[in-house]
């Protein structure tokens, strides 16, 4: 992946486009990071992140002239909360053709006050139920959607459908946000299980019937680990003098490890 370097920035077309708006062409770079546009100075009124690899709309610092940002073919899929404070003239939005899934993503776009155009096209959340509906009572800013005017008749379709305690729990139900990974942490809504009645019992019965230290250390990493006695293959047999040597000893290892587990 390229790196979006002030350099870079600094060597891309730069030019004044057919309405005369000052554009920046970041096109086809293949940048998955927006970083360093403050390197812009603020000069531009559109910018085009076309064909690249963005998947988060973020990283911008306030930028009070941009009215247009162009994120045709990219991997987008989530926003920053709080685009406001960083675009607070925003007009026109294009996310042709991204990885936008579900209606919840789009609200930090609700904060854009200033946005009147929107292309959501060729993204999942496009073939959503009611998903024209939801943006449109959402964003009732945004005037163009899909390259479409946004009628009166259906910003009151949208008001009906939406309206009311049971039209709030019905844009509730269906503007749910896609679930996000994080490495290293459960999967959402995961809780750790802990042991059964019969795990304990068995983990109960496994000390009772420790004769070795050496069992009793077994039980405690196994316990450590997570593993319950009896899951696991049966250790080799230690030689009875081994065992005799240790039986003076078993009997406070094994009532610590008893003591552990009714703590627990």
């Known amino acids: 992946m390229v790196k979006l370097t002030p350099d870079l920035i600094e060597q891309a077309v730069q030019h004044t486009n057919a309405i005369r708006d000052r554009e920046l062409d970041l096109r086809g770079y293949k940048v998955s990071v927006i970083e360093n546009l403050g390197a812009t100075l603020d000069q531009f009124d ?26 045709n073919n990219n991997r987008v899929c989530r926003f920053a909360e709080s685009l406001e404070q960083c675009l607070p003239n925003l007009q026109e939005l294009v996310l042709t053709n991204n990885n936008l899934q579900e209606l919840g993503d789009l609200e930090p ?9 929107l292309s959501l096209m060729r ?6 139920k009611h998903y024209r509906l939801y943006v449109i009572n959402k964003l009732p800013q945004v005037r163009v959607l899909d390259f479409q005017r946004v009628k009166m008749k ?18 509730k ?21 802990g042991p059964t009645p019969a795990d304990v019992e068995a983990i ?61």
């Open 46 to 71: 559109t910018i085009d992140f076309s064909d690249n690899e963005i998947r988060k709309i973020d990283g911008f610092p306030l930028l009070k002239r941009l009215k247009n940002l162009l994120f």
């Open 154 to 171: 259906e910003r009151q379709e949208a008001e009906r459908l939406f309206k009311g305690k049971r039209g709030s729990l019905y844009a």
């Open 109 to 117: 776009m609700a904060s854009l006050k200033s946005l009147r155009y």
């Open 204 to 264: 109960k019965t496994a000390i009772a019937n420790a004769s070795t230290l050496e069992e009793v250390a077994r039980l405690k990493a196994m316990l450590q680990a997570g593993q319950i006695p009896g899951r696991e293959k049966q250790p080799t047999p230690v030689p009875a003098a081994a065992e005799n040597s240790n039986s003076n000893h078993l009997q406070p290892e094994a009532k610590a490890l008893h003591d552990d587990m009714e703590t627990d």
């Open 173 to 193: 139900d269906i503007g749910k946000k896609s679930k996000t990974f994080t490495p290293g942490a459960g999967l959402p809504g995961e809780k750790k299980a």
């Open 123 to 128: 993204n999942p959340v496009a073939n959503k």
